[in-house]
């Protein structure tokens, strides 16, 4: 199967979820241009993570429908998305604690290859895995931790991991909830510089309320409150508009 | 040293039969068939973090068929054995597309209901099983011509078995498919994000457990030459289970060891004390009170701690 080609990279049609009463989503609608840098902002609880969870498919939505690259992928398993170059972070980090960070970015890599169903070879003996991991590594400036347990790195450094298995995939679209996150100011520098390094080939949607560092990354901004698109558009005019300053830049 | 103490284990293995009594001789060959049970098992506790309390369906499966299609219908063992595993792998695929529908707690309920089922199948279906009677008059097989009757014959064709088994479960766990084995048990939700599909990986795990759990009932039925449904008891999984998590769930060595104490208290204390299970329940106790990780992990821990103090 060839898939339908789209100049979207993501699309989300009329998307509606609800917890019991509480309506999480509420007809949400974006499209997301290949190559594009968008942040989706909003107070706490606007459901920006349960968008997200939606998109990776963590989630189903009640309604609506998610288009990726033209495929629509609404009722498909998170796995399958992955594999049509969809890949995310986590705002609580999920990294395997215990192994060291080039083992977790091995086994990303390994994710999307026909040898993980492989039962003779252990993982560390594929060394073409194991060079691009550290490759990946280097290009977050953790090389010099590749051997260390992730238990006994840094929060900060443990973030930069997440990005790093995200990374190292190669994505179309990436997500990333809250990538800056309890970072310090010069870690903020680092992660954003290297967000701003992403090739043009991969489609970045961010969540992210440092909006100082985060703004300076995206082309266009999404504003959500109560589940719902509030304002959508151009960075600048979504940063002038009246509704922003009231719902989420404060007078 | 580490070479020294693995060749001192392996000449004590192979050469057991030279030195000990028959008693002993099959109480090594029990523990043996135990611990392939328990390492099959081990593969779903520690390594899928899958807790099944329904594991005892898959020997005795292997065991009811071979013994059936052996003393009814006229099979020889090595046709027998063929079928049996194949009819145990089938199972074990049925049940898991069952109990994979859930995890935890829910699909431990789910395994013991179905090891349940069957256990009452080999109870009241007595016109096939023979009911609580069993089955008996079974014979050992004869590989390669080779007469397994005495106890020193059957423990070295169990040892080589048994030491098929562990490579084979160790290459398993330590293949990027283990890999990605023990990353569906920690962070499941991750592992599907970055493209892997957590249940396939679970299903074929539990399929795989249940095929080395089909070769310990083999082996088990062999060496009693009898069987009878408290093989498929919850009693049957649960001492297998104890085995995994005393030993230590998640190493390779922890089930084997599990399984050598479980039978060994058994077999010993039994003489002594008509409750020996009361007794495994202490030292069940007090393994998890003093190493919660098991005996294992809890001695490496400590000989770790030693080597250190001694620096």
Redesign the interface.
Known sequence: MTPPTSEYALEIIGLNKAFGGLRVTQDISLKIRQGERRLIIGPNGAGKTTLFNQI???MRPNSGQIRLFGTDVTTL???RR??LGL??T?QII???TGDTLE?NVT??L???LP?????????SS?GHLTTEARRTLDTVGLLHLADHPISEIAYGEKRRVELA?ALA?RPRVLLLDEPLAGLSNSERSTVKALIASISRQTTVIMIEHDMDTALDLAETVTLLNYGRVIVDGARDAVIADERTREVYLGN | MKWIASALLAAFLLLLPLFAGDFYINLASQILIAAIFALSLNLLVGFGGMTSLGHASYLGVAAYLSALLASRYGFGHGMAAIISITGTVATAAFFGVIALRATGLGFLMITLALSQVLWGLAYRMSNVTNGDNGIAGLTRPMPFGILLDSAAAFYWFALIVACFAFLMMA??V???????L??VR??P??????????WMIRWITFVYAGFWGGISGLLYVYYNKYIHPTSLSTTSSAEALLSVIAGGSGTLGGPVVGATLVLLLKNYASAYIERWNMLLGLVFLFIVLVMPTGIVPGLAKLTARFRKGSQ
């Not at chain 1, 040898?115 to 252990?122: A, E, G, K, N, T």
Request: charged share 15%.
């Open positions: 990776s498919g963590d398993a998170p796995y992955a594999h890949s995310r986590y999920t990294l395997f083992q086994l990303g390994l994710g999307l040898s993980r169903w492989q039962m003779w070879r252990p993982l594929y298995m995939q | 290459i398993f330590s293949s990027s498919f283990g890999s990605s023990k990353g920690d962070q939700r991750r592992m599907a994000a970055l493209g892997f599909n957590p």
